[in-house]
């Protein structure tokens, strides 16, 4: 040990362990100090000073029961829990507790003052309060034509919107429209709420029911790009088929347009068959109803006979059969009683290439009912007839079955002319498609057409036997004066001064007379020489001819009568006696025959007697009716006698 005092100091750690480890620390290695914040990352080093300073509460755990047994009461919540608002069930409780006409009016107001230039903002703007304020759950679907959503709101409301919509142009009414349709599917599209539109879209079409139809295409195009999700195009049917609640024109064409192509998608399905039912139903329309006009042209209704018949066998059960229920109303205003002449040839033109059995016997009616609603469809008829004669064929056998129904417009002139026509043409050609059914349905309408016949009072029999009786009489009263101008005719006629008038008529006619008998006498030999000498052989061939018709029917005669005798000699193989009784009833009649003579012959002696007493002045006018009236009781039981007689023998015979 050194005898020197020694200080001693205390080391560095870093400098002691350099030296230790024989190797020498620079000072700027000794200067650098490392902490947590240059090594770790900022958010570690804040979650672990978080930690240190703030630690996380225990995870929840049964409280330890003291070691008297008791546990710790819990301490009570000071907070109280904050309560939704219940949204409304319905719309009508909506608009109860949500909408005022005051606010809705202090917000159109406000919107038309600040942007007095842009209609369309106050429409966005009151369709966005609407929106807001008639949030219902569940949400509310309006229906299907008229109704909810717009009927929920009060009259002094409904006026206050309507007020604002008619300050607008037409041009911005239909732009207001389109932006309720468009905004309709897009926000369905998204989830939110879309009463608001659904109310201007239906106020809108309330007033003015043409805004779909006069850009109807566009529709169409917003349809098409939403129509795989039905629920949008649900929504953009019935926006579009609001029209038709006040215009029944403007909901056809929506419904053949808009709808109608889509009918065979089964989500739409059933919604366009109750929008039909609901459009007919709100117009009053059957199948008894007559328009003046169509509602549809003729290849619409031609699409629509197509989709009843032949669609509707694609689509669910029950919405063909009531798709079918509803046809005969509509088909009513699509035809309007067939006054137009040309649906005949259309319908009569695709009758061959119809298929099924209930759309041929529709076309059939409407052609019956063209035919009887215009006389310019027989025309059409005589025009295609040839070219169309088994369509022709089927319309002639339907017309004969239906006779009864069609006779009072059918059974003219104009048409019986028509039918011979048909039979001239059905005679003059062979071995062509539907001639046999053609040639038979003319052959049975032809029996069935009434023909011009005997007036129910013979007119013209009685007054050509009044002349002839007139004639007897002058001439009887003629022979017993001694001559005309001495007879009681001639004397009468001096009378009332016609004597001089009537005598030169009777020289004028007795003249012409003898001069037409004595033209006869000298022409008609001369002409009948000339044409002798003109025709030559050819007349005598005529001459001939006319000879052997005349031995041909005496002949025919003769061979109809050994026809007969042949006839009933078979027939009295077949039953023994029948000849005997045939001959029988042959005489009982030619006696019956033989007695209504005589009775005639009677009665025309009864007649002359009266006529020669009424020349002779012996007849007493005052007795005239009852002398009347007894000798038609004679001529009467004659008559009866003689029927009771032929009867009686004919009755005694065939026993």
Request: hydrophobic letters at 40%; charged letters at 20%.
């Amino acid at each position: 040990m050194s005898e020197k005092w020694e200080t001693v100091t205390k080391t560095k750690p870093a400098a002691s362990k350099g030296k230790a480890n024989g190797t020498k620390v620079s000072k700027k290695q000794e200067a650098k100090i490392y902490t947590m914040e240059d090594v770790l990352p900022a958010s570690s080093v804040e979650n672990m000073y978080q930690a240190a300073f703030n630690p996380t509460p225990a995870s929840p755990k049964k409280d330890k029961k003291e070691t008297n047994g008791t546990s710790k009461p819990k301490p009570k919540s000071t907070e109280k829990k904050v309560e939704k608002p219940k949204i409304p069930s319905t719309l009508a409780q909506a608009v109860k507790e949500n909408l005022r006409v005051e606010d809705l009016k202090n917000l159109l107001e406000s919107s038309q003052v600040r942007f007095p230039d842009s209609p369309l903002l106050w429409l966005r703007d009151v369709a966005a309060y609407l929106n807001l304020k008639l949030v219902t759950q569940p949400p509310t679907e309006g229906d299907i034509l008229g109704g909810e959503p717009s009927t929920a709101l009060t009259a002094n409301m409904k006026k206050v919107i309507n007020v604002m919509l008619q300050k607008s142009s037409d041009s911005m009414k239909e732009t207001f429209f389109e932006t309720c349709v468009a905004n309709t599917a897009h926000d369905l599209s998204k989830g939110m709420c879309v009463t608001g539109w659904r109310i201007l879209t239906q106020l809108l079409a309330e007033t003015n029911p043409t805004l779909v139809t006069a850009h109807i295409n566009r529709y169409i195009e917003l349809r098409n790009s939403y129509q795989n999700r039905p629920v949008v195009g649900l929504s953009i049917l019935w926006s579009t088929g609001q029209a038709g609640n006040k215009s029944l024109h403007s909901g056809i064409k929506v419904w053949l347009e808009i709808m109608l192509p889509v009918i065979t998608m089964k989500h739409y399905t059933k919604y366009v068959v109750d929008y039909l039912a609901g459009l007919l139903a709100a117009h009053n329309i059957t199948k008894n109803t007559v328009l003046n006009k169509p509602v549809m042209d003729i290849p619409n209704f031609l699409t629509v006979q197509d989709t009843v018949f032949i669609v509707s066998t694609q689509v669910n059960k029950d919405c063909a059969k009531t798709l079918k229920d509803l046809y005969p109303g509509l088909r009513a205003i699509a035809v309007a009683g067939c006054k137009n002449h040309e649906l005949f040839p259309e319908l009569l033109e695709r009758l061959g290439n119809l298929s099924m059995p209930d759309q041929v016997v529709d076309t059939l009616d409407l052609l019956a009912t063209c035919l009887t609603a215009t006389p310019a469809a027989l025309v059409h008829w005589h025009k295609a007839y040839t070219s169309h004669l088994p369509q022709s064929g089927q319309l002639l056998q339907y017309l004969d079955t239906n006779w009864a129904r069609v006779k009072p417009a059918l059974d003219v002139p104009e048409f019986h002319e028509t039918i011979e026509a048909f039979e001239d043409y059905n005679q003059s050609v062979i071995n062509k498609e539907g001639l046999a059914l053609a040639s038979q349905g003319c052959t049975s309408l032809a029996g069935k057409m009434s023909t011009p016949g005997m007036p129910w009072f013979p007119w013209k029999t009685l007054s050509f036997l009044l002349l002839i009786s007139t004639a007897a009489i002058i001439n009887l009263d003629c022979q017993k004066h001694g001559n005309f101008s001495k007879s009681s005719t001639g004397q009468f006629l001096r009378d009332i001064g016609q004597y001089d008038r009537v005598l030169t008529g009777y020289q004028v006619v007795v003249d012409r007379s003898k001069e037409g008998k004595q033209w006869v006498d000298t022409n008609v030999p001369v002409y009948a020489e000339h044409a002798r000498r003109v025709g030559g052989p050819y007349y005598e061939v005529a001459q001939t001819k006319a000879g052997e018709a005349w031995a041909l029917m005496i002949l025919g005669y003769g061979k109809l009568e050994l026809a007969v005798k042949a006839g009933v000699v078979k027939v009295e193989g077949w039953v023994p006696g029948a000849q005997e009784q045939i001959n029988r009833v042959g005489q009982a009649v030619v006696k019956g025959g033989q007695v209504m003579w005589l009775r005639t012959q009677q009665g025309a002696l009864t007649l002359q007697q009266g006529a020669v007493d009424l020349v002779n002045g012996d007849v007493d006018w005052v007795a005239v009716k009852a002398n009347a009236v007894a000798r038609a009781q004679i001529v009467q039981g004659q008559l009866v006698a003689a029927f009771n007689y032929v009867q009686g023998q004919v009755n005694q015979l065939v026993k």
